[in-house]
């Protein structure tokens, strides 16, 4: 999809702007007891932080607001909770956390899910891939992070509610790496996460996601295809299907890499459902990851070699022009030629009030699940080969 146009900043975006600007001396002027408890905002580079615990126990599990995972006893999994952003009654959003910290020295991967609050099949895979591990065996660390945006989650919806003008809804993944003097609670706990969490403790990272609410998707995965260490790890993955762009800033794993630590994202079908199926092919890729970093031992299992793997640069969108019931008439990952009629659309009355057609040769990678649609939802994504591409673009996430 073409980058989103440029737009000039309303009102509403001047007045963030500033209050960004300002916000970090006035928090630390205003509420100085607050920040000192909290600490200063640490930089986006730099060594980790010693393990912090806060004295709370949550369910029988201690909680830190900064981790070292080289505090933690090797050979051992260890469960505790971060402690994120405070919520309006004073108390705070935990993230659960698991380590899985080796027996041996070694790399140490991150992995993460629950970005978005209605991405259940992101979170299984993790919780899938963490049950497996025996840290006795391992060398090196993985830490699995799997329910940052946790208000979002209560409500297995995509966006963090935020009422602090009015009633919010934020999307976590493009607030990264966050700002813990930020103007948003999302932002501040982005930055805590990304501070004094997940970027001390990585190596390498895997950001786990599945299409929104309403849009399905193929088992898919986004990498930088043009940086070698990325690469590496996505071709792991007995999946069919490779984003190769650099989407925009924003979004987890880009903050990863321009610290950098390669990351990629992993796609894995749609929202609010769990598909065991696809749960099973990132699995299968992730374990293969951990041995390619040589954190656990063992053959290698399919990768993107033993399947066909279609790799595009570019993903075009169809929009709804009308409203309506949509009929698809592709599939996921079927193969599209330009001009093909990939959908149509009835009113109510059953008639066709609009026929989509593809402007691109490609594979289907997201189509809309819902049945009905406004104009201008997407009603389906060709990932395609763009021969000049220019520059970031949105996905069928």
Known sequence: MPSEPEQRPDRRDFMM?????????????????????????????????????????????????????????????HLLYFQGVAMPTGQHWYVSVTVARGARPGKRVVLVSGVHGDEMSSIHTVQTVMNQLDPAQMSGTVMAVTDVARPALEGMQRRWPNFGRGH????????????????????????????????????????????????????????????????????????????DNHVYPGVLHNAFVDVGIPAFCAEIGAARVLNLGMISLFVEGTMNVLKHHGIVAGPMGRTGKDVAVFI????????????????????????????????????????????????????????RSDAMSEPGNPLAFILFHKATPDGSETYPE
Do not use: C
């Open 17 to 77: 702007a500033s209050m960004a600007t300002i916000g970090a001396t006035a928090a630390l002027v205003a509420h100085a007891g607050s920040a000192k408890a909290q600490g200063p905002a640490t930089s986006p580079v730099g060594p980790a932080p010693a393990t912090i615990y806060t004295g709370d126990t949550i369910q029988g599990k201690k909680v830190v607001s900064a981790l070292d995972v080289n505090d933690l006893a090797p050979g051992q999994k």
């Open 168 to 243: 919010d809804l934020i999307d976590m993944n493009r607030e990264w790496p966050g700002n813990e003097n930020g103007v948003t609670a999302p932002s501040r706990h982005a930055g805590l996460l990304f501070n004094r969490l997940l970027r001390p403790n990585a190596d390498a990272a895997i950001d786990f996601h599945t299409g929104t609410t309403g849009f399905d998707v193929t088992a898919f995965n986004i990498a930088a295809m043009d940086v070698p260490e990325i690469k590496a790890m996505a071709d792991l993955y007995p999946v069919g299907q490779i984003f």
């Open 312 to 367: 595009g640069n570019s993903a075009f969108p169809i929009l709804a022009t009308q409203g309506g019931l949509v009929e698809h008439l592709v599939k996921l990952n079927d193969k599209v030629e330009a001009g093909q009629k990939v959908a149509i659309q009835r009113n109510s009355f059953g008639e066709v009030v609009a026929e989509y057609t593809s402007s691109v040769a490609g594979e289907v990678t997201g189509q």
